[in-house]
Structures are given as C-alpha cells and as structure tokens.
C-alpha cells in the first residue's frame, strides 16, 4: 500500500469537492442570519415595550385608592399574559445550530412562528384597542368617583363608552401600518432567502 498515493488522491478527491461547493450557499446563510437578528431585535423591544407601559400601571395600582386599584391591576395581568405568550412564543425561535435539521427548516420555522407571534399581538389588538378608549375613561371616572357602582350609575355613562371606543377603532389601522413599516420588508426578505435555499 503506498500511503504516499493515497495522501495524494485524498488530498485531490478533497480540493475537487471544495470546488464543487456553492459560495452562493455561504452568503444566503450569512444574509438570513442577519435578517433574524434585525427581526429578533425588533421583537424583543415589542415585548419590552409591554412591560414598559404595565409596570407604571402596577406601581400607580398601590398608589391609588378605591376601585381604580383593581381596574389597574386587571389591566396589568392583561398585558403581562399577553406578552407571557409572546414570549413563550419568542423562546421556540431557534439562534443557535441545529445539527439536526438544514438551514432551510430552521428559517421556516423561525419565519412561521415570528408570524404567529405578530398574527397573536394584531388579534390582542382588534380586540383592546377600541375598549383602550372606555377603560381610560372608566379609569378616570373611578378615580374620580372611587366606586365602580357610582361610575356605573351616571347618566348616558354607556353612550360615553360607545364614543370612546369608536374614536380607537382607526388606531387598529394605524398599529396595523406601523408593525408593516417594521416587519414587513424583512420577512419578505426572509422568505426570498428561504425559497433561494429550495
């Protein structure tokens, strides 16, 4: 056996394989990753965004007196269950190598459940957005009047709701508009790079 030969044909079997490799396949790899860092770094300010706005909620929960306080608090379980499933949602997108599954499989993933995890926070959306509205009137009321059966009791209260709630339905739109100006163009980018690695 001349192991001198066999070095030798290794040695060109190798460098032959090393040309066949698509230096297209590298830059894909490197452009996606960095389409998931832009993508996960917008996410996580979302869901830091959430307790930036409940924590004073809480703080001025124990600050006020009345029924306010519980109304207040309502609202911060609210969010925080919100972004309790946002980030549970968040913790499934893979970062790190999977040596189990192709670059192709992980972006899909990650691309699908950065969807749902903007498709979760549009349906909390529809829904909070209009009554954003009568729960700022109503919190103003109880802190006013102190009860929930005083605010309740006055005069065309329910009117004043309705009002206010049609006033917030256009900021659905407005919300929608802006998540689009930020997430939009880099999951479509996402998804190029997905369908370059079919």
Same mark, same amino acid.
């Given at each position: 056996?001349?192991?001198?030969?066999?070095?030798?044909?290794?040695?060109?079997?190798?460098?032959?394989?090393?040309?066949?490799?698509? !230096?297209?396949?590298?830059?894909?790899?490197?452009?996606?990753?960095?389409?998931?860092?832009?993508?996960?770094?917008?996410?996580?300010?979302?869901?830091?965004? !959430?307790?930036?706005?409940? $924590?004073?909620?809480?703080? =001025?929960?124990?600050?006020?007196? /009345?029924?306010?306080?519980?109304?207040?608090?309502?609202?911060?379980?609210? @969010?925080?269950?919100?972004?309790?499933?946002? *980030?549970?949602?968040?913790?499934?997108?893979?970062? /790190? !190598?999977? @040596?189990?599954?192709?670059?192709?499989?992980?972006?899909?993933?990650?691309?699908?459940?950065?969807?749902?995890?903007?498709?979760?926070?549009?349906?909390?959306?529809?829904?909070?957005?209009?009554?954003? /509205?009568?729960?700022?009137?109503? #919190?103003?009321?109880?802190?006013?009047?102190?009860?929930?059966?005083?605010?309740?009791?006055?005069?065309?209260?329910? @009117?004043?709701?309705? #009002?206010? #709630?049609?006033? /917030? $339905?256009?900021?659905?739109? !407005?919300?929608?508009? *802006?998540?689009?100006?930020? =997430?939009?163009?880099?999951?479509?980018?996402?998804?190029?790079?997905?369908?370059?690695?079919?």
């Amino acid at each position: 056996m001349n192991l001198d030969q066999e070095w030798q044909n290794l040695s060109a079997e190798l460098n032959t394989k090393a040309e066949q490799i698509d !230096i297209t396949k590298f830059t894909i790899d490197k452009e996606s990753h960095t389409l998931m860092q832009d993508l996960l770094f917008k996410l996580k300010w979302k869901l830091r965004w !959430i307790r930036i706005i409940d $924590i004073p909620l809480l703080v =001025f929960a124990f600050i006020v007196k /009345g029924d306010l306080k519980f109304l207040l608090i309502f609202i911060f379980l609210t @969010y925080e269950i919100s972004r309790a499933f946002g *980030m549970i949602k968040f913790s499934k997108i893979k970062t /790190g !190598i999977d @040596y189990n599954a192709n670059t192709k499989d992980v972006l899909i993933n990650n691309y699908n459940t950065i969807k749902e995890i903007l498709r979760g926070e549009t349906v909390f959306g529809y829904i909070f957005l209009p009554l954003a /509205g009568p729960i700022g009137l109503f #919190a103003y009321k109880l802190f006013v009047h102190q009860s929930f059966k005083q605010v309740i009791s006055q005069p065309n209260i329910w @009117y004043q709701f309705l #009002a206010v #709630a049609l006033i /917030g $339905i256009p900021f659905i739109f !407005i919300a929608s508009k *802006m998540n689009d100006s930020i =997430f939009k163009k880099p999951l479509n980018e996402l998804k190029n790079k997905i369908a370059e690695l079919s």
